[in-house]
C-alpha cells in the first residue's frame, strides 16, 4: 500500500510525466495536477510558484512608511553594521547636492522624503530582480554630512550597502 501512495505523491510534486501507465505512453492524468503550455506541474510546484510571486509582490509593493525611515542622524562615528553602514564626511550643502546627485544617478534610486533645502534626504534604491528596498538617510549640520544606508527586508546586506555607499563617496572625491 505504501508504494501507490508515494507514487500519487511524486505525481502532485513532479507532475505526472514521471509516472507511466497512460494510454500509448501518455502520462497519467491524475487530480491535482495542472497543465501549463503543455507541461504538466504538480500542485507542490504551483504552491511553490504562488508563494514566491507572493513575496516578490510584498516585497515590491509594500508601502513605506517615511516616519519609520527619514529619522535624524545622531550617530558620531563610522560604523558598519550587519544590515548596512553608518558615515560621516566633512561638508556643506555644496557637497551634499554632489552627494546627492551621485546617489541618484544609481539605477533604481527615487527621493522617498525630505529635500536638498531641508538639508536632510531619504532615498530607496531597489535591488534589480527582486526589488530588495535599501534605504539611504542622508544629513547635513554644522559641517558634518551623516550617511546611514540600510535594508528594509531581512536581517545581513552581504555588504551590498557599504559597497554601494563607498562608490558613491569615491565619485565625488
Known amino acids: 500500500m505504501r508504494a501507490p501512495m508515494l507514487r500519487l505523491a511524486s505525481v502532485a510534486l513532479f507532475g505526472a510525466q514521471s509516472v507511466s501507465g497512460g494510454a500509448r505512453g501518455q502520462p497519467l492524468a491524475l487530480p491535482g495536477v495542472f497543465e501549463v503550455r503543455g507541461k504538466q506541474m504538480g500542485l507542490g510546484k504551483w504552491l511553490l510558484l504562488v508563494i514566491l510571486v507572493g513575496v516578490g ?85 554644522d559641517g558634518q554630512i551623516r550617511i546611514w544606508s540600510r535594508l528594509r527586508f531581512g536581517r545581513s546586506d552581504m555588504g551590498v550597502n557599504g559597497n554601494r555607499l563607498e562608490g558613491w563617496l569615491a565619485q565625488f572625491g
Open 57 to 141: 509582490g510584498w516585497v515590491r509593493l509594500a508601502p513605506t512608511n517615511t516616519g519609520d525611515w527619514h529619522v535624524d542622524l545622531t550617530f558620531d562615528a563610522d560604523r558598519d553594521l550587519i544590515g548596512g553602514v553608518q558615515r560621516m564626511i566633512a561638508g556643506d550643502r555644496t557637497t551634499l547636492a554632489s552627494l546627492s546627485a551621485a546617489i541618484l544617478a544609481t539605477p533604481r534610486t527615487r527621493i522617498v522624503a525630505g529635500s536638498l533645502d531641508a538639508g536632510h534626504i531619504t532615498y530607496v534604491t531597489r535591488s534589480l530582480f527582486w526589488g530588495f528596498p535599501d534605504y539611504t538617510t542622508v544629513q547635513e549640520s
